[in-house]
């Protein structure tokens, strides 16, 4: 008897059930919104349909087009051979016959029995010939549960010998003398690798460990085999040596210091161009402050200036301190400066000055210098003292010194002419006490010791020593130590300057002088006979 086609129902129970035209790979709906095409097919009513990837598993499973219409209107329903549970088991296949992709296809239903349509999620999975090759060109064949399977992740290129691996490569040694192109290797010990080439890093960046043990390159260390470069903070825990080193965050000509936390900072109040140091501040307190401990009786702290000449000369400029300020134009003006100076420069013999300097009227003017034999007052400077002036040595001034006591255990010195001035109490009017501008002789006057009584006057004993004695009449001129002799009765006019023998000049008188009362002293007298004794008298000045 020979074989007959079976029918439809005889199928019914059977794990290989009648092929499918198409499979779906993407969740569809199936009903009110059927899709009219499937991996290029279109399709027709009472097309049969595998349908493997609904979100609800529940809903996988062969399917008829029922309504064939775009829009709310296509409907598919499970077909005949696979509504039941005795229809759906464990192992069931289904040939898929046309499609773009899955065109000559065996599936196989993997969902364990027991299973209840519409109940049970049910899994699908592309069954795979044995005999055959499965996945594109140069995909490495591998068993997917029991059948052959590819996949783009584990590749192999015959014409450059290259395995490629997506993924994790784990479990056992691998030895390759090939390269590794994006591999992340995780080993529980030793890794030797001979040399590595990592296509994603970064010329001279350093490599670090990162996230999860990862190695990555920064951009904020960098080695150029000649300069290790760090952007950010570098903490070092014990003692480094830098030949050298840049702070990318520092700005030029700034000093830097130790900030918080032993951070290195600048700043902008402190810096140094090379030439010149400079520390500015807003505040009013110490700029700088210098403090020794030290409890000697030495000198400390100490501060030196400086100037190493190869040839150094007299009057060579050394070390200066300036004081500046600003005028009203909004100008620097250097206001003062004391500087010092070489005067000597001679070995063994070397001598110094301090010199001061001013602004004086708009001009930098030297106006005083300190040198090892004198206090020098320049340029129209004059000394002013609140306060008493005391001198062992001589002192000699060019111009006038004006105000307060003048105390001396010496001598007051005036030359060519010059004058002791006393003025008035509002200083219009004076008086000066001077040389006569042909003394022949120096004569030195000695104060008497105590104030004389009233009406006295001073008198000198010849020798320049005053004394208080009382004041006779007189001519203006005086009578000094006068030697007066008897002289002998005479006729006719006599002349009181002659002695006995009218022909020698007596003291007591001066041709030449004036007595208090503007008679010239000279005069000739009628009969004036002095008589009496001969008799030495001091009739001292008239006042």
């Known amino acids: 008897m020979g074989l007959t086609k079976p029918r439809a129902h005889q199928l019914e129970g059977s794990d290989y059930k009648a092929s499918v035209r198409v499979v779906t790979v993407a969740n569809v709906n199936l009903s009110g919104g059927a899709p009219t095409s499937v991996d290029g097919v279109t399709l027709v009513a009472n097309d049969r349909v595998l349908v493997t990837a609904q979100s609800t598993g529940s809903q996988n499973g062969i399917y008829r087009v029922k309504t064939l219409d775009t ?44 299973i209840t349509v519409g109940t049970t999620s049910l899994t699908f999975s592309e069954r795979k010939d044995d005999t055959s090759v499965a996945g594109s060109d140069t995909q490495v064949q591998f068993n997917d549960g029991g059948s052959l399977a590819g996949d783009s992740g584990l590749t192999f290129a015959k014409t450059s010998n290259n395995l490629t691996v997506t993924g994790n490569v784990t479990g056992g040694n691998l030895i390759t003398a090939a390269l590794m192109d994006s591999a992340t290797i995780h080993t529980s010990g030793l890794a030797t690798l ?6 994603d890093l970064t010329n001279d960046q350093v490599v670090v460990a990162t996230t999860g043990g ?9 080695f150029n085999e000649t300069t290790l470069a760090v952007t950010g903070a570098l903490t070092v825990s014990g003692e480094s040596t830098l030949a050298s080193a840049i702070v990318s965050d520092l700005t030029d000509n700034r000093v830097v210091i130790a900030g918080s936390s032993g951070a290195i900072e600048d700043d902008a109040n402190f810096t140094f161009d090379g030439t010149t140091l400079g520390l500015s501040t807003t505040g009013t307190g110490d700029l700088i402050l210098l403090t020794a401990t030290e409890n000697s009786a030495t ?3 100490v501060i030196t200036l400086k100037r190493n000449s190869s040839s150094p000369a007299d009057a060579d400029y050394l070390g200066q301190i300036k004081f500046k300020g600003e005028n009203d134009a909004d100008q620097e003006v250097v206001y003062a400066k004391m500087t010092g100076k070489i005067l000597d420069a001679s070995d063994g013999t070397e001598d110094g000055i301090i010199e001061f300097a001013h602004k004086k009227a708009g001009s930098n003017t030297i106006t005083a210098r300190f040198r090892s ?8 400077t004059t000394l002013s003292v609140n306060g008493a002036v005391s001198t062992d040595a001589t002192v000699t001034a060019t111009g006038n010194i004006t105000g307060g006591n003048i105390i001396s255990s010496g001598r007051f010195d005036s030359s060519n002419g010059g004058a002791f001035r006393w003025f008035d109490s509002n200083g219009s009017h004076y008086f000066d006490l001077k040389a006569n501008g042909t003394t022949t002789t120096s004569v030195t006057y000695t104060w008497p010791a105590a104030d004389g009584s009233n009406g006295q006057v001073l008198s000198t004993n010849g020798s320049g020593v005053l004394s208080w004695a009382d004041s006779g009449g007189g001519g203006a001129a005086g009578f000094t130590d006068s030697t007066i002799t008897t002289h002998p009765a005479a006729d006719g006019d006599e002349d009181l300057r002659t002695g ?20 010239a002293i000279g005069s000739v007298y009628d009969q004036m006979e002095p008589t009496g004794s001969t008799t030495t008298v001091n009739l001292g000045a008239f006042s």
């Open 299 to 301: 000198a400390s702290p």
């Open 373 to 380: 034999d004198s206090y020098q007052l320049l340029n129209s």
């Open 214 to 222: 990862r190695l990555a390159n920064t951009s904020k260390l960098t």
């Open 500 to 519: 006995p023998s009218d022909d020698t000049a007596e003291t007591p008188f001066e041709a030449s002088a004036t007595d208090a009362f503007g008679v």
């Open 194 to 199: 001979h040399s590595a080439t990592v296509e």
């Open 71 to 114: 829009g709310s209107n296509g409907t598919w329903v499970r077909s005949k051979d696979a509504d039941t549970n005795d229809d759906v088991t464990a192992g069931m296949v289904v040939m898929v016959t046309e499609g773009t992709t899955y065109a000559d296809t065996q599936w196989k239903l993997t969902t364990n029995d027991a």
